[in-house]
Each structure stands twice: as structure tokens, then as C-alpha cells.
């Protein structure tokens, strides 16, 4: 699997680097994707998401139910 957030979304970004004589070749950034496990209190279990730095952010935010309810609604299983 890509580096993909399932909270946000977040991929990788395209570009070009540029070189000091200003050539321009190809280039790939990554989002800072970590693997975190959650504990859900409603369901008394753990579930481990692939989510960047912003989604925890969103998570703490948030909170971890209404992300995954947010996530579940969207389709994708938990």
C-alpha cells in the first residue's frame, strides 16, 4: 500500500526538483504516515490505523469514535 492517511486522505505529492543550472528532474514527496493504534471503548478493542501527522492531530480533535464513525460511513472497514 502507498503512503496514504485513512483519516485525512493525505498521498504523496509530484513535482520537480530543480537543480542550481536549473535543470528539473522528477521528485516524490511523502506524507509522515505512522502506524498508531487507537483503543474504542464502545467496541472494547483496539484497531490500528495508517494515519499522517495531521489526521492524530484530527483524531485528538476529534475524537477516535467520531473518526471512525466518520470512516465507516465513508465505506471503509474498520
Not at 503512503?3 to 505529492?13: E, F, L, M, S
Not at 537543480?19 to 516524490?28: P, V
Not at 505512522?34 to 474504542?40: P, R, V
Not at 489526521?55 to 471503509?76: H, P, Q, S, T, Y
Request: overall charge positive; some cysteine.
Amino acid at each position: 500500500m502507498s503512503a496514504h492517511c485513512q483519516v485525512t486522505g493525505r498521498a504523496p505529492g509530484f513535482g520537480k526538483r530543480v537543480s542550481h543550472s536549473n535543470r528539473r528532474t522528477r521528485r516524490r514527496w511523502n506524507p509522515n504516515i505512522q502506524l498508531k493504534t487507537y483503543y474504542l471503548a464502545s467496541e472494547d478493542r483496539r484497531i490500528r490505523l495508517r494515519v499522517s501527522a495531521k489526521g492524530i492531530k484530527v483524531i485528538d480533535r476529534d475524537g477516535i469514535e467520531a473518526v471512525v464513525a466518520r470512516l465507516r460511513r465513508n465505506g471503509e472497514k474498520i
